[in-house]
């Protein structure tokens, strides 16, 4: 009689890692991508929306706040990137509009800011408005995938640069510290004011928001009095100087 051999003399995987594999291979996740920029979504769909690989199934896109809000409202996803700067009111305005969906104690939509901005006052403004985390456009697809299924599970996700001014602005006070300055100005008057001090003509600023260039004067005339400021040059040093450029 032959001695007994082991699985016919081959040694297979051993269970945990069958076990660890077959955990990998069910995550999923139903993610919307907003972000103002055509080729950077495609971008981002391209490198963590191989949904086998990667368990990542983006579900929707977005361009402004309205699309991005009527596309969330329809898909329900898990987990949506949401970019800072965006048409329409910005990445605030669209956390705004979802509190209702962010709150939901059943079947939550949770935001990841993704964004290339890393200043602190779009930080902390997305955070306030109920983001679970801000990570910037340097980070790597499988960093992103991670990000992505960890806020899925509620955890509070940054980029390392990024957390520590985050814990630093709710160390001694439960709600972030005001800039009174800043708070005067509507989103709509931040987006300009923001895209100013950029160098945007007026005309660029209007196509970019979706409004005419008269109300982008209007706009610039407000924050110009609010600040008490003179000109487009006092108010791009006052601007850097809180680095919302």
Not at 198 to 204: C, D, I, N, P, V
Request: glycine fraction near 8%.
């Amino acid at each position: 009689m032959s001695e007994p051999t082991e699985a016919n003399g081959t040694a297979g995987p051993a269970p945990e890692a069958e076990a660890a594999e077959a955990g990998s291979a069910r995550r999923h996740v139903r993610v919307v991508l907003v972000d103002d920029h055509r080729m950077f979504r495609t971008g981002v769909q391209a490198e963590i929306g191989q949904t086998e690989q990667t368990g990542v199934e983006v579900v929707g896109e977005a361009a402004d706040v309205d699309q991005a809000v009527s596309v969330i409202t329809a898909t329900r996803p898990e987990v949506v990137l949401l970019d800072v700067h965006l048409p329409g009111g910005g990445g605030v305005e669209v956390l705004r509009r979802c509190a209702a969906l962010m709150n939901d104690t059943e079947q939550p939509v949770r935001f990841l800011a993704l964004s290339v901005s890393d200043a602190a006052e779009d930080v902390i403004g997305v955070i306030r408005g109920g983001a679970r985390g801000y990570v910037t456009k340097t980070i790597t697809g499988t960093d992103l995938v991670d990000s992505i299924f960890r806020v899925q599970e509620g955890d509070a996700v940054f980029s390392p640069r990024l957390a520590g001014f985050v814990l630093d602005a709710f160390a001694s006070t439960d709600a972030p510290p005001v800039d009174e300055d800043l708070d005067r100005l509507t989103q709509r008057e931040r987006e300009v004011l923001r895209l100013i001090a950029r160098g945007y003509a007026y005309k660029e600023i209007a196509k970019q928001l979706f409004i005419s260039v008269k109300t982008v004067e209007s706009h610039v005339s407000a924050v110009l009095r609010k600040l008490q400021l003179s000109n487009r040059h006092e108010l791009t040093r006052w601007a850097t100087a809180r680095r919302l450029v």
